[in-house]
């Protein structure tokens, strides 16, 4: 069956600018997982969804960090008036059920310049 | 505050060698452990998850290993191929949350 999907695969914006970054996750799954990764470093948890609600949000580095899951599928990660050090590869994770294994999509490349 | 330590940072063996990649957390307190490979420029493949009750997990010729006590996992590859380079990474999922800390992963590179 389909994985998780992630668009766009990459993202160039200017500083200042407001970004939205889509996942569709498998379908079924009610977890979801948003993560950030810069070069060299192992991905660091941003948000994590149990069906609609944000039931950890921990690791969102500022308020200009917004993640919704309106429906229970797909989620989008919002950042507003980006700066440079927002740039990063953006990866979305489902799994079937809360800390299950989880299941990674192909992530989003933002540049911010 | 979970920390994950991996070592070796990186690794360069000859095919064929068995290799074993490290990972240590700091609060044994954990829910699972999973392991990926994460191959340049891609997302991350699962490779496998132990829970916290589970001291094992294989597949093929991967070998996962548990100690929540000492705070330790081990991922044994055996007769390594040069599909298998990559970067591999340890994710531990916290007990009673729901965030996942990774470590910085260990880059492999075998020769063939």
């Known amino acids: 069956g389909a994985g998780v999907s992630q668009t766009p695969s990459n993202k160039v914006t200017e500083k200042g600018k407001y970004v939205e970054l889509r996942c569709d996750p498998i379908?079924?799954?009610?977890?979801l997982y948003w993560y950030r990764q810069s070069l060299g470093q192992g991905p660091e948890f941003l948000i994590y969804?149990?069906?609609?609600?944000?039931?950890?949000d921990s690791g969102l580095p500022n308020d200009r960090f917004f993640a919704v899951r309106p429906e229970g599928s797909v989620s989008t990660l919002k950042i507003q008036r980006t700066e440079r050090g927002d740039s990063a590869v953006y990866l979305c994770?489902?799994?079937?059920?809360?800390?299950?294994?989880?299941?990674f999509g192909p992530g989003t490349r933002l540049t911010v310049l | 505050k979970q920390e994950v330590t991996q070592i070796p940072a990186a690794l360069s063996v000859p095919e064929g060698e068995n290799l074993v990649l490290n990972c240590s957390f700091t609060d044994s307190a954990i829910y699972n452990l999973q392991w990926f490979r994460q191959d340049p420029g891609k997302g991350l493949t699962s490779l496998l998850l132990i829970q916290s009750s589970q001291r094992e997990q294989t597949s093929g010729r991967l070998n996962a290993s548990l100690d929540k006590s000492s705070g330790r996992s081990t991922l044994y590859i055996a007769a390594s191929q040069p599909g298998d380079s990559a970067t591999y990474l340890c994710a531990v999922g916290g007990a009673g949350g729901f965030k996942t800390i990774f470590g910085a992963g260990t880059r492999l590179f075998v020769k063939a």
């Open positions: 969804f149990q069906g609609t609600g944000a039931a950890d």
């Open positions: 994770a489902s799994s079937e059920v809360n800390n299950g294994e989880q299941f």
């Open positions: 379908s079924g799954h009610t977890a």
